[in-house]
């Protein structure tokens, strides 16, 4: 790892390592050698970026954002940079009720949001979590839809608004290709669904066919949102200056504010538009190869989509733990730990979660918990030397990931700043997932590397949460807020005509 990222952090195996060889000579514990802490460092190298390494990163990066924005390179594009249609982020004057309706898994949520212009908050007033039996998730896709409107009236019925028209933001969390802010396209199902019939559709109109074959109740504007861009905008209701926003859980991706003149998808020059990058796609054409480790392949090769997400494996929190697994079982093959066994716990996968990583890496408890980890969850016969060489692969672990996930960051944030020709850029990143926020050193270690790879950007991190439902409600009082701006301007040009005919006549 280079110092030159971060002294504190980069240099972690040799101040390790100085910890471990002056413990104290009256210790009933043998220090570790320095001839087996040699062979560990030996055995992490490949996971420790050099700034020049993480400089190439960033690089690679910047041409697949291009790629991604092109008319006729975008279908290549292993970052799919796809557009949003939320062409604005919040100014502070939006205010009203609105629903979010968030759709990703077996269960689904409906919300009722406030958002209170004088306090400058996004409040959610009352939600409900709907379960979607198993069956449906494999039936017609009009059986599903009608369940979602049953529930939302159920919903609306509870809080007696079944007679108000309020504008509903839509989380949907599949892969879809999105044709306007109220149009979006199912390419295929993932997560256990197989509805028929929705594939190929917008379900955005699917939704409103379900609420109108009830007949009971009607809802207003619809947006469709991503989490990601409603992590911005809920971040961006309380700082006007957030122009990016970034999950980092147990998936990623980020969104940014882009020039319309650079999204050659869409029809327009003129204003901004969010883009949602895909990042979690960046590597899989083979770009990342030289960076990959022999664990990192055979996550990917073991994962229920191998060849697919390759950044996403390396950094976020569903393969952290699994990344950590593996190194410990060669590790331990090697005789560099444990000396030399392994357990049935270790050899399952997916027994090393992600958040032991977090646990172990606290300061003050973090040995006495891995300690705990080890020998209780993991059966594994574990001493003080075996606890300090496991913290120290979690060490290396997550600020790989805390690095990659700064690269690709600054990466965003140059662009928009030589966008936009500034000398220097202030701006500000809503932040949401578990391994920036539960982490103890994850956070400094990210903002460390973007400070170093884009020293001319002042960037802000703000913790923000459930972008997916809150968020969603930001998205569609914006995209309300503008439509309103749209029709007065329409409603002014249409004055001036009649004004220009009048004058006209009495001449």
């Given at each position: 790892m280079s110092s030159e990222v971060s002294n504190g952090d980069t240099d972690a195996p040799r101040a390790k390592r100085a910890k471990l060889e002056d413990e104290d000579d009256d210790s009933d514990e043998a220090a570790i050698s320095p001839a087996t802490m040699s062979k560990v460092e030996d055995f992490l190298l490949p996971f420790q970026l050099s700034l020049e390494k993480l400089r190439e990163v960033s690089s690679k990066l910047r041409k697949d954002l291009i790629r991604g924005l092109g008319k006729h390179t975008h279908r290549r594009a292993p970052v799919k940079m796809l557009p949003t249609f939320v062409r604005d982020t919040p100014d502070g004057t939006e205010k009203g009720d609105f629903l979010a309706l968030d759709l990703g898994g077996t269960n689904f949520r409906v919300l009722h949001v406030c958002v209170e212009e004088n306090l400058q908050k996004v409040l959610k007033n009352d939600s409900q979590v709907c379960a979607i039996p198993q069956e449906m998730m494999q039936g017609p896709g009009e059986e599903l839809f009608d369940h979602i409107a049953a529930c939302l009236a159920e919903f609306l019925e509870s809080l007696e608004l079944k007679d108000k028209i309020l504008p509903l933001g839509f989380t949907f969390s599949f892969p879809c290709e999105q044709k306007d802010i109220d149009k979006s396209i199912l390419i295929?199902?993932?997560?256990?669904?197989?509805?028929?019939?929705?594939?190929?559709?917008?379900?955005?109109?699917?939704?409103?066919?379900?609420?109108?074959?009830?007949?009971?109740?009607?809802?207003?504007?619809?947006?469709?949102?991503?989490?990601?861009?409603?992590?911005?905008?809920?971040?961006?209701?309380?700082?006007?200056?957030?122009?990016?926003?970034?999950?980092?859980?147990?998936?990623?991706?980020?969104?940014?504010?882009?020039?319309?003149?650079?999204?050659?998808?869409?029809?327009?020059?003129?204003?901004?538009?969010?883009?949602?990058?895909?990042?979690?796609?960046?590597?899989?054409?083979?770009?990342?190869?030289?960076?990959?480790?022999?664990?990192?392949?055979?996550?990917?090769?073991?994962?229920?989509?191998?060849?697919?997400?390759?950044?996403?494996?390396?950094?976020?929190?569903?393969?952290?733990?699994?990344?950590?697994?593996?190194?410990?079982?060669?590790?331990?093959?090697?005789?560099?730990?444990?000396?030399?066994?392994?357990?049935?716990?270790?050899?399952?996968?997916?027994?090393?979660?992600?958040?032991?990583?977090?646990?172990?890496?606290?300061?003050?408890?973090?040995?006495?918990?891995?300690?705990?980890?080890?020998?209780?969850?993991?059966?594994?016969?574990?001493?003080?030397?075996?606890?300090?060489?496991?913290?120290?692969?979690?060490?290396?672990?997550?600020?790989?990931?805390?690095?990659?996930?700064?690269?690709?960051?600054?990466?965003?944030?140059?662009?928009?700043?030589?966008?936009?020709?500034?000398?220097?850029?202030?701006?500000?990143?809503?932040?949401?997932?578990?391994?920036?926020?539960?982490?103890?050193?994850?956070?400094?270690?990210?903002?460390?590397?973007?400070?170093?790879?884009?020293?001319?950007?002042d960037i802000k991190f703000l913790v923000t949460d459930d972008g997916s439902g809150k968020g969603a409600a930001m998205v569609t009082a914006v995209a309300q807020r503008l439509a309103i701006h749209s029709k007065l301007l329409e409603d002014s040009d249409g004055d001036e005509e009649e004004d220009e005919e009048d004058e006209e006549e009495e001449d």
């Open positions: 295929r199902w993932t997560k256990g669904f197989a509805c028929s019939g929705v594939e190929g559709q917008d379900v955005v109109l699917m939704l409103r066919e379900a609420i109108k074959r009830r007949g009971d109740y009607d809802i207003g504007s619809i947006a469709m949102v991503n989490d990601t861009v409603g992590t911005m905008m809920n971040c961006g209701y309380q700082d006007q200056s957030c122009e990016i926003g970034l999950i980092i859980g147990t998936g990623t991706n980020a969104c940014y504010m882009e020039e319309m003149r650079n999204v050659k998808r869409v029809e327009g020059d003129e204003g901004r538009m969010c883009i949602n990058t895909e990042w979690g796609g960046f590597g899989d054409d083979g770009s990342l190869r030289d960076i990959q480790t022999e664990f990192d392949v055979e996550v990917d090769r073991t994962s229920i989509n191998p060849g697919v997400h390759t950044f996403e494996k390396m950094i976020s929190g569903m393969y952290l733990g699994e990344v950590a697994r593996l190194v410990l079982i060669e590790m331990a093959k090697k005789n560099l730990v444990f000396g030399g066994e392994t357990s049935e716990a270790l050899l399952t996968p997916d027994s090393f979660e992600t958040r032991f990583i977090s646990e172990i890496e606290e300061e003050d408890t973090g040995l006495e918990r891995a300690q705990l980890i080890l020998t209780e969850d993991l059966g594994l016969p574990a001493g003080p030397d075996d606890c300090e060489i496991v913290r120290l692969v979690c060490d290396i672990l997550s600020t790989r990931s805390a690095q990659l996930c700064g690269a690709a960051l600054a990466t965003i944030a140059n662009r928009i700043r030589n966008n936009r020709g500034l000398s220097h850029l202030t701006t500000t990143v809503g932040v949401d997932g578990t391994v920036y926020t539960k982490h103890p050193h994850y956070s400094d270690r990210l903002e460390e590397t973007v400070k170093t790879l884009a020293p001319k950007c």
